[in-house]
């Protein structure tokens, strides 16, 4: 069964500081991607970054970046120069290649930014 | 530029009635899904479909049914609500069934059982 874990309920970080949000999957699938997905307190879902399973290289879109370690199953969100708009709840989601495609997502992970 | 509309956007339904949530999108995607967001429990798929006419169970498919009649629309539907169903709900699509391609939200509807 796919499964994806995020153990940090909430976060607290200062204003212009990195911020790494833990991220762990577990799938018997061979192909999948990884995504994470933000969730500001206006309560639509935006899709932030997305790594594949066969990419060599960690994926970054503007301060986002994912720390993706296969051997470990983790997909790490890692946020630099962390901004005010920045604090939201964060989910951490897989896609596999069976079962119609859907998507799983964790818990979530609530972020706070600190001026 | 519409992308996925949920409608209604919130709701108070008394235990035992039922309604029908509709999403509907413009884009032309295949798979629509639906989510239903708890705290503390992130999303959880409800029912999906990957074309018209076709529809599946998700995780927590039990006390909704669903129809994809036209490739645009994806209903969920309440027959008799319960109070456990009070949550957020979301539709989601995707184009492709690449994995690559993330999934495009509507707003949500929140849902109150009472």
């Known amino acids: 069964a796919q499964k994806i874990t995020q153990t940090q309920p909430g976060m607290f970080v200062q204003e212009k500081e990195a911020v790494t949000l833990d991220c762990t999957y577990d799938t018997s699938d061979q192909s999948y991607g990884l995504f994470w997905y933000k969730q500001p307190s206006s309560g639509e879902m935006i899709f932030l970054i997305y790594q594949g399973s066969y990419d060599e290289q960690n994926a970054t879109e503007g301060r986002y970046s994912l720390n993706f370690q296969k051997a470990r199953k983790s997909a790490n969100l890692v946020i630099s120069a962390s901004q005010l708009g920045d604090s939201a709840m964060y989910f951490c989601a897989m896609r596999g290649n069976t079962g119609g495609f859907k998507t799983i997502f964790g818990a979530g992970t609530r972020l706070f930014v600190k001026a | 530029n519409a992308g996925v509309t949920q409608t209604p956007k919130f709701r108070v339904l008394k235990t035992g009635q039922s309604m029908t949530l509709l999403c509907a999108q413009d884009m032309n995607h295949e798979y629509m899904y639906w989510y239903r967001q708890d705290p503390g429990m992130g999303l959880r798929l409800i029912h999906y479909?990957?074309?018209?006419?076709?529809?599946a169970k998700g995780e927590v498919p039990d006390g909704y049914n669903v129809s994809r009649l036209k490739k645009q629309n994806f209903l969920l539907g309440l027959e008799s609500a319960a109070p456990s169903q009070t949550s957020v709900y979301f539709c989601?699509?995707?184009?492709?069934?690449?994995?690559?391609?993330?999934?495009?939200f509507g707003s949500g509807t929140r849902l109150t059982v009472v």
């Open positions: 989601a699509s995707s184009y492709s069934r690449t994995l690559n391609y993330g999934y495009t």
């Open positions: 479909s990957v074309g018209e006419g076709t529809t």
